[in-house]
């Protein structure tokens, strides 16, 4: 089981940037497929964006498209999410998973995730 840890949250003004942290131990992190999920009030979670397990292929919710970039650097055990012109909607507790499979190309399932972090607040104000 891998742990995972996310840090970067925070308030920010609507057009700002954040940069969320995922860092994670235990089993090989290089193995495994990364993702990035959220949870808005009264919502239910949905996927934001998800990284293969070499980094070569990433993909996002359409909600983030051109916005939001998911990246990893596998010699520090760490999944990254660089937020950018950020909207109130973006509002949420954003948190990161690890796929159940190694050498996975990446899901926008949260079922195919096993590991999941603690979660980290955004908040957006306008």
């Known amino acids: 089981q891998v742990q995972l840890v996310e840090s970067g949250g925070g308030l920010v003004q609507a057009g700002g940037s954040l940069r969320l942290s995922c860092a994670a131990s235990g089993r090989a992190f290089s193995s495994y497929a990364m993702g990035w999920f959220r949870q808005g009030p009264g919502k239910e979670r949905d996927f934001v964006a998800g990284?293969?397990?070499?980094?070569?292929?990433?993909f996002y919710a359409d909600s983030v498209k051109g916005r939001f970039n998911i990246s990893r650097d596998n010699a520090k055990n760490t999944v990254y999410l660089q937020m950018n012109s950020l909207k109130p909607e973006d509002t949420a507790v954003y948190y990161c998973?690890?796929?159940?499979?190694?050498?996975?190309?990446?899901?926008?399932?949260?079922?195919?995730?096993?590991?999941w972090g603690q979660g980290t607040q955004v908040t957006v104000s306008s």
């Open positions: 990284i293969s397990w070499s980094g070569g292929t990433t």
């Open positions: 998973a690890a796929e159940k499979s190694r050498y996975g190309l990446g899901s926008r399932q949260s079922a195919d995730f096993g590991s």
